[in-house]
């Protein structure tokens, strides 16, 4: 078995299709990468700098699947501890190692399609969860809930997209990442690793009223989609996440409102304080620089979360010496 991917012969011609604004040859190079992606985890193996690497625990991935399609009990046992939140300017998946690096247990937002696993992974789109199936085994997962499971050997589940508008999600427990950023050619990775993903979807461009924030019916639909990430995070024990600013590049949501809906719903009693860590992590890319986010996505949730650590430990205090 040989190693056929190169990273420094796609990234320059990945770069050479942004400099010349060549739409359709990015695309094409991304597809090719998701073609490549999908042999490999076919085969459970890869070859990286000369060593053979598995892909190890897939069945167990596929199998503890979860596909939710109704409400979820808030009822959960995770002690209650302080939350620092951080905004990044950061790739998902290497913030995600960072977490597991530092000994946490994350589970990473996939901002996933409502209608089908993978968006337009096949035709190359450059959103989020594309960036995902490009760099896991994470389809696998995923595609069991799809009208074509079976062409890539997998048992068609009962459950079908499209997920559910309020409280669909899927989580999927230890997928693979074995490839590394876009922006590094997508290399095989030497050292693979394995995190906790949630699939649910943000509202594809919703109204807006004249304010240029979301309307209020659909800012209660935002409000159940961002508690179904709590909850099923909750319910499988992640003491941390990995969010992102949801629907806010191809599917027009305004960050600045979309952060604070965020904000709000983490300051619920149920969600206050339940994980050690919450990082958002965005990168300002193609859908950016729009009518929704003329700022970018970035900013908007730093200024939204610049003092949420800082007003968190004052409240600490307050309760601390009010008990002395």
Not at 115 to 136: C, D, H, I
Not at 179 to 203: K, N, Q, S
Not at 251 to 260: E, I, K
Request: charged content about 25%; proline content about 4%; some cysteine.
């Amino acid at each position: 078995m040989t190693n056929t991917w190169n990273a420094e012969i796609w990234k320059k011609e990945f770069l050479l299709a942004s400099q010349n604004k060549d739409r359709n040859q990015l695309r094409k190079l991304r597809a090719e990468v998701f073609q490549d992606t999908v042999t490999h985890v076919g085969n459970s193996r890869y070859v990286s700098a000369g060593k053979t690497i598995q892909i190890a625990g897939e069945a167990s991935m596929i199998h503890h699947t979860k596909f939710y399609c109704e409400q979820i009990s808030s009822a959960h046992t995770q002690a209650e501890m302080q939350t620092i939140v951080h905004t990044i300017n950061g790739d998902t998946l290497v913030v995600a190692k960072s977490l597991l690096d530092e000994g946490l247990h994350p589970a990473v937002l996939n901002m996933a399609s409502r209608q089908n696993p993978g968006g337009g992974v096949y035709s190359g789109a450059g959103a989020q969860e594309e960036n995902l199936f490009r760099r896991t085994n994470l389809f696998r997962s995923l595609f069991q809930f799809a009208p074509y499971a079976e062409e890539y050997g997998l048992d068609k589940s009962t459950d079908q997209y499209p997920l559910d508008r309020n409280w669909g999600g899927i989580y999927t427990p230890q997928a693979c990442v074995f490839r590394g950023t876009e922006t590094d050619g997508y290399p095989l990775l030497e050292e693979p690793y394995y995190l906790d993903f949630i699939a649910v979807p943000a509202i594809n461009r919703p109204e807006l009223g004249t304010d240029g924030l979301i309307v209020p019916y659909l800012v209660d639909a935002t409000k159940n989609k961002m508690r179904t990430i709590f909850r099923i995070a909750l319910a499988n024990n992640n003491d941390s996440l990995v969010l992102g600013a949801m629907g806010c590049g191809a599917f027009r949501n305004p960050p600045a409102h979309v952060a604070r809906i965020f904000h709000e719903v983490m300051d619920e009693a149920e969600f206050k304080n339940r994980f050690k860590k919450i990082v958002f992590a965005i990168l300002d890319d193609h859908n950016t620089g729009h009518k929704h986010n003329p700022n970018g996505n970035l900013q908007p949730f730093e200024k939204e979360f610049q003092s949420y650590n800082k007003n968190e430990e004052e409240a600490q205090e307050k309760y601390f010496y009010g008990r002395i």
